[in-house]
């Protein structure tokens, strides 16, 4: 892994932040919890390793001094990344996982995205988007909104329960981290979804799974309005994401245009990056 330079004010301050456990529990409440319970964890059987990338992730995800970079998701994760079977993994050395990976894991997931932002695949979705506007919900925090914006993309996200505005069990308030990175407006009784979308690219980022209805609820909504253009990012049918009409859908109706061949995904998730283009 890359080493960390840290400048002697920076290092300073997030030592006095560590040795302060009230503080820190108390402004970073999720990384004071992770750094009580990592070392506890099996690990990937690399010491250095395991130090070096938890100095990475206080230091991107402390933003005391302003510090934290446009992506700050991705400079967390990107050194993890290598080649498995074909797929660039997020992982411990030689595509092995760890259960205090796994724990990082999700406390980036609920701070920044399920989905990891690759500058490759932003840019792929840029391309594919051309100069259409983007429709995103299900948004969570807006996280790749706010990344897609960046690129110059016109990107309105939606939420059924943005996490400015309403309680989300899977982006929960906290103190020190951030509600939405780009705005998301509360999806109503039509997903958020409204007006001619002929000229807009859908955008489904990890729609909820397990029989939930959303992904199919909102691509059917989507087509009525004259969508035909659509970027998933989620597992295949049968994974974590999207319900069985929604891939139903996609066979009925849909054309598989673009894949994503350099998505970056979590080791030990199947999730992928599609373009799709309505028949």
Known sequence: MTELVLTDGRRRALVELL???????SEYPGLSEYLETAPTLPGSGDDAFDADFDLRLIHFMVDDEG???????WEIVEPLVSKKEGRRVVSAPGGRGSARLAYAETLLQ???AYAIPSPETLGWIARFCGDRSLVEVGAGRGYWAAQLSRLGLAVDAFDVEPPSAAKNVSFEYAAHRRDVFHEVEAADGDEGLSG????????????????NEMASSVLSRFEQLGGDRLVYIGEPKGGKTGDDRFFEALSDRWQLSEVDSNFVSWWNLGDVAQGWIRR
């Not at 040795?19 to 529990?25: C, N, S, T």
């Not at 510090?67 to 998701?73: F, I, R």
């Open 196 to 211: 001619d979308q002929s000229g807009a690219v859908l955008f489904l980022c990890w729609p909820p799974g397990w029989g």
């Open 110 to 112: 609920s701070t920044y």
């Open 19 to 25: 040795d302060d456990q009230r503080r820190l529990a």
């Open 67 to 73: 510090v934290s970079p446009p992506n700050p998701y």
